[in-house]
């Protein structure tokens, strides 16, 4: 479980204020918010990549430091290094999270064998996409924090990755939490969905 207490952001401008909620494993849980109101800022602080000003985050009752392996967070392909490929990704992935994952069945099941071990300044905005979500699901990570992860993406692969998401909460317990663009199709496979207005979070019931 994340637990997070009594959190307040601030960036240039407000962000959240006293924000507390507990995100349970097993769930799908959708972050809804218009552009700019705080959603990346959000997972960021989650992920301990910049400091909030109150508050509490816990993982299973650890701060982020000592459950970094519980959690996978890649915010944008912008991140990617174009000189090396997918593939040189999904081994360091699965190194540092110490993952079981089979690497060829993930990249068979995200068609990605006939451009994997091409360097990524030759891939294609989708093609980056599927390298990212192809990341979390080999990290094996129990907390996937997933933002705006289906841009790019055409109809068909949309509908793999929510149905990949939907079987990763079901059956093998993740904690899935998620910003999309396209609300209506993820909104169908949410057990949760929040939404971030006015620097508050809060559930629709
Ligand atoms: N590094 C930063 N320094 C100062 N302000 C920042 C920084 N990063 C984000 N902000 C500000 O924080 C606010 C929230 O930005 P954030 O990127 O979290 O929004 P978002 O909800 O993810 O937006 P979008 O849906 O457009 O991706 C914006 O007003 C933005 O200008």
Known sequence: MIEVNQLSLVTRVPILNDFSYQFKTGNICLI????????????RALTNLIKHKHGTIRFDGQPFKK???????????DWLDGNLSGLDYLKFVQRQWRSPRNLNEEINFWKMADY????IKKYSLGM???LVIAMYFCSNATYLIMDEISNGLDEESRKRLYDRIKDAAVNEQKCVIISSHYKS????IATRILHLENQKIIAES
């Open 185 to 188: 199709d993820v909104a169908v």
């Open 67 to 77: 459950e970094k392996q519980a959690v996978f967070f890649y915010e944008t392909p």
């Open 116 to 119: 994997i071990r091409l360097p």
């Open 128 to 130: 980056k996409q599927h």
């Open 32 to 43: 809804s918010a218009v552009n700019g109101s705080g959603k990346t800022t959000f997972f």
